[in-house]
C-alpha cells in the first residue's frame, strides 16, 4: 500500500511495469483516482473528529 502515498513521478521511476506504460491517460486516471481517495480520507477523518465530537450524533 506505499506505491498509494507516493507520487506519481516517483511511481514511474519505482515501478518496472511504469516503463512500459507509455500513454498519459493511464497516469491521469491514476491522479484522478487518486484524488478522490484523498476526499474520502479527509471526509471521513472530518466525520469522525470534527462532526461526531461537537455532537452532531444523539447517541
Do not use: D, H, Q
Not at 13 to 20: A, D, F
Not at 21 to 35: G, L
Request: positive net charge; proline residues 8%; hydrophobic residues 60%.
Amino acid at each position: 500500500m506505499l506505491f498509494l502515498a507516493m507520487p506519481t513521478p516517483a511511481l514511474r521511476e519505482v515501478l518496472p511495469l511504469s516503463k512500459r506504460i507509455t500513454t498519459p491517460a493511464f497516469f491521469t486516471w491514476f491522479i484522478r483516482v487518486m484524488a478522490v481517495l484523498l476526499f474520502y480520507v479527509a471526509a471521513s477523518i472530518a466525520y469522525e473528529f470534527v462532526y461526531l465530537p461537537l455532537g452532531g450524533s444523539n447517541s
